[in-house]
């Protein structure tokens, strides 16, 4: 068996390669948190006398137009950077918000990535009014968002019973399979390869950005929990809420750096509802002075937020471990839980930060360790897993499954989730030919 790196110019050449039924693993942009490009080799172990294609989406040719009602037709390889150098250029912006701007909205629809603008419109399953996808026939379908999923799996009922638990979430420990565009929305490319996506879109209002200086919150919650109690009644006005803390600075440059050894909490607030925010919520709050509130540029914004997780990218490669980190969502009542084990987990003795989705419950804490310390941080893992699944939160509620966290997620999965995957897989994919190591595979 060989690995084998193919490239596709056009959706024709990729529609023929499908034909062939050949296993494969398909990739864009490259900058998933839970696919090691590096170690493909290792973790996508083929058993079978034939060779593994390795298939890169990156150069098929990009397409974009707006509709008269203000969606966003794409196809091929278009980024959320582009996307939203687009859209600007006609007056709109998009709902979702990624970090990583340099990913494809593709592959960002396959994980259902919903970034920070989820606190105000909602997640990425809320935005997809339709999608075209290649079957494994290589033939393109059109699936839409208004369409009932139909299947005749024995199981749906029941998987659809306990999913409504997690109905709340950005996403739950299994895709949502409600509507027909739920196929491709969140399964990792394991049914189908996503080819054209329709979105909704918003107007590009005018935005402020303020920071708020706080403790930390190892030493004094108290703040935090305030603000994200402060801000749930508003998510008409205040699009995003998100947290760096202290620890996230020292892997910033100087110049880039916010407060003295503080936390820092985020908000978006469209510009025309801004007063009425900082009087009646900012100025409201009892544990955060008015003068700890500061407004800043949108660019540095993004620069800053952005720039923390590139930079827990780069040091983890060159200490030469994997990425050990959460993604975990709680619900309201469990979010003082949350930041608890995380309190417990940082007294382990390793490096870590802290930052995420704060307004929605939904934060990333993440150890640095070196090579001699990752295994001590995959046991503190375990054990936040096992509480995630005691409080009914979602382990992975953004960045999708891949390859690192598939020894994490099997425990959410019972006999009705893994008969519903076993049947749309033996019908969306008979040759098991998409993504065959991913968490719907009978490999698994």
Not at 48 to 70: A, I, N, V, W
Not at 283 to 310: M, N, Q, W
Not at 384 to 391: R, T
Not at 394 to 406: M, N, R
Request: aromatic content about 12%.
């Amino acid at each position: 068996m060989a690995f084998i790196t193919k490239t596709f110019y056009s959706q024709e050449d990729l529609a023929r390669h499908l034909q062939t039924h050949r296993p494969s693993f398909y990739f864009s942009s490259k900058t998933s948190t839970v696919v090691p490009y590096d170690k493909l080799d290792s973790l996508l172990p083929w058993k079978k006398d034939e060779d593994y294609y390795l298939c890169d989406l990156s150069k098929l040719p990009p397409h974009m137009e707006l509709t008269s009602s203000g969606n966003l037709i794409l196809r091929g390889a278009v980024s959320w950077e582009e996307a939203k150098k687009f859209l600007k250029s006609q007056g709109r912006n998009l709902k979702t918000s990624p970090t990583e701007q340099l990913a494809l909205i593709t592959a960002g629809v396959a994980t259902s990535c919903t970034g920070e603008r989820c606190f105000a419109f909602g997640t990425m399953r809320s935005q997809v009014v339709r999608l075209k996808y290649l079957n494994f026939k290589g033939e393109e379908k059109e699936l839409h968002r208004n369409t009932p999923l139909n299947t005749s799996s024995a199981f749906f009922k029941k998987y659809s019973e306990d999913y409504a638990k997690y109905a709340s979430f950005k996403n739950a420990p299994y895709p949502r399979f409600e509507k027909e565009i739920d196929l491709m929305i969140g399964t990792e490319g394991q049914l189908g390869l996503v080819t054209e996506v329709e979105i909704e879109t918003v107007e590009d209002l005018a935005v402020n950005y303020v920071f708020m200086l706080l403790p930390r919150w190892e030493e004094d919650m108290g703040p935090h929990l305030e603000i994200y109690e402060a801000v749930q009644p508003h998510r008409n006005s205040i699009i995003s809420c998100e947290l760096l803390d202290a620890n996230c600075m020292n892997y910033l440059k100087p110049d880039e750096k916010l407060g003295n050894n503080q936390d820092v909490i985020f908000l978006e607030i469209k510009s025309d509802a801004f007063e009425e925010i900082y009087g009646n919520v900012l100025c409201g709050l009892k544990l955060t002075p008015a003068d700890e509130v500061y407004e800043i540029a949108e660019s540095k914004f993004h620069h800053v937020r952005a720039g923390v997780p590139r930079a827990i990218f780069e040091r983890n490669s060159q200490m030469g471990v994997v990425k050990v980190g959460t993604d975990v969502q709680v619900s309201q009542e469990r979010y003082p839980d949350l930041l608890n084990f995380y309190r417990d987990a940082a007294k382990l003795g390793v490096n870590y930060c802290l930052f995420g989705h704060f307004g929605d419950a939904h934060l990333h804490f993440n150890y640095m360790p070196t090579k001699d310390e990752s295994a001590k941080c995959l046991d503190k893992l375990l054990e936040l897993y096992n509480k995630v699944l005691e409080w009914k939160g979602s382990p992975f509620a953004e960045h999708g499954i891949g390859l690192l966290k598939q020894k994490y997620i099997k425990r959410f999965h019972g006999e009705n989730q893994l008969g519903l995957f076993h049947d749309l897989k033996k019908e969306h994919d008979p040759h098991n030919q998409f993504f065959p190591q991913g968490f719907m595979s009978a490999e698994q």
